[in-house]
């Protein structure tokens, strides 16, 4: 997860740096959604999670515009050539990002 602050601040950066080429913007520490949720949970003070069946999410994925994959899947994404660069995020963990949004 990452703050619209870390990502306008990667940005920023990148512009101003001599990086080409693609960079992910993503976050340093990712996590698999089961993890996701169960932190949010905690932060939240929600002893339980309901899972959503399938179809559900299909037709939530209609409804919204977006392809179901981007609900789905998952994909582990690392932002290896912006931290070689020098690039410290302001949020690292999950807790530390939902902390200042809860």
């Known amino acids: 997860m990452e703050r619209l602050t870390d990502f306008c601040k990667a940005l920023d950066f990148l512009i101003h ?3 080409t080429g693609s960079v992910n913007i993503t976050a340093p520490n990712p996590r698999r959604n089961k993890e996701f949720m169960s932190v949010l949970r905690g932060q939240l003070s929600v002893p339980i999670g309901i899972s959503q069946p399938v179809w559900l999410l299909e037709l939530a994925s209609v409804v919204i515009k ?3 994959e981007l609900l789905l899947k998952s ?3 690392y932002p290896q050539r912006l931290l070689d660069t020098g690039f410290k995020f302001e949020y690292e963990s ?4 939902l902390k200042e949004l809860v």
Do not use: L, P
């Open 17 to 19: 740096s001599d990086v």
């Open 66 to 68: 977006t392809e179901t």
């Open 75 to 77: 994909r582990y994404v």
């Open 94 to 97: 999950v807790e530390d990002c």
